[in-house]
């Protein structure tokens, strides 16, 4: 997730950084342009990255076809305390909003959008289909919103 060489322009940032930037009120820019480039100075690490396991799983739930159930075992004994109440919130949120929906994976591609000299990488780490009887729904989820 480290800044991407692009000469003289502007790096790439991630989708999850730019919506977080435009719902900003005009004070709370400024500290939200800082945090993002303390984030892109250094190099991705796992270790700083909260949501990793649950994300992994929801995929692997998706790309497997499994139950809803098996997101219980993404909040096991190998996550730590301190993530497991988020971990559970989130988990009760994403099978709430799932509801009675059937899902079929899809995969996802990741795109490059520029705009006026700004490079937003647009990398959806999963991608569903619904079935919604004439109509379909393709429905992608960001990686970093969960």
């Known amino acids: 997730m480290g800044v991407e060489p692009r000469g003289d322009r502007a790096p790439a ?6 919506v977080d930037f435009v719902i900003k009120s005009a004070t709370s820019r400024i500290t939200c342009v800082r945090k993002a480039k303390k984030l892109y100075a250094g190099a991705y690490s796992p270790v700083f990255d909260f949501w990793k396991p649950l994300r992994e799983a929801i995929v692997e739930m998706h790309r497997e076809g499994q139950p809803k159930s098996v997101l219980a075992d993404a909040v ?6 301190r993530k497991r109440g988020s971990y559970e919130q989130c988990i009760q949120s ?26 937003v990488n647009v990398n959806p780490e999963l991608g569903q289909h619904r079935r919604r009887g004439a109509r379909d729904q393709t429905v992608f989820q ?5």
Do not use: K
């Open 76 to 81: 096991g004994p190998s996550v730590h305390a």
């Open 94 to 119: 994403y099978m709430r909003w799932m509801g009675r929906r059937h899902f079929e994976w899809s995969g996802c591609q990741s795109v490059l959008w520029e705009r006026s000299g700004l490079s």
């Open 13 to 18: 940032i991630s989708l999850t950084t730019f």
């Open 142 to 146: 960001e990686r970093q919103a969960i």
